[in-house]
């Protein structure tokens, strides 16, 4: 006997933990399907459920549409969110993917803050080497000026004026 919808049951979360032992929760079932228990029995021993019932019960199982299809296969077991892989989602990994997001959020304004601080050092150290430029060209500029001053006298240009 192929037990598909007793397993999609299970999926869907309609399980009571009993002793040891896990058994399905059919009071559970049958007010989320509208159905009786007599129905629901019937389902699970041929196997063969109303389609309505296999769709909404595929839509608890995931959370989502079932027109999605496998795309986002995630199932629900054991209070856990199960995707493709055999390893669970547990709550402490949503957390971790919480603080993984929020860390990736910090890095990158702490980012924007030292590319600001970078663009703004780069400005001052240009300023600063246009500074040092200008202030080499008046250097050898008051050298050349004091050379022409303090020439010898016989070293000095003449300046001729012309008599009209």
Known sequence: MNKSFKKLLRKSGFVIVFGGSVIIDKNAACDFLHCSTRTLDRWINTDKPCPRAVSLLRMKARSIPDSWGDKYAFDINDNLITPDYPHGITPEHLRMIKFINANATRQESDNEYYKKQIAALRDDNA???????????????????????????????THKKKVN
């Open 127 to 157: 300023r600063k080497a246009a500074k040092a430029r200008i202030a080499q060209a008046a250097n050898l500029l008051n050298e050349v000026i004091n050379d022409v001053i303090f020439l010898a006298p016989n070293e000095r240009p």
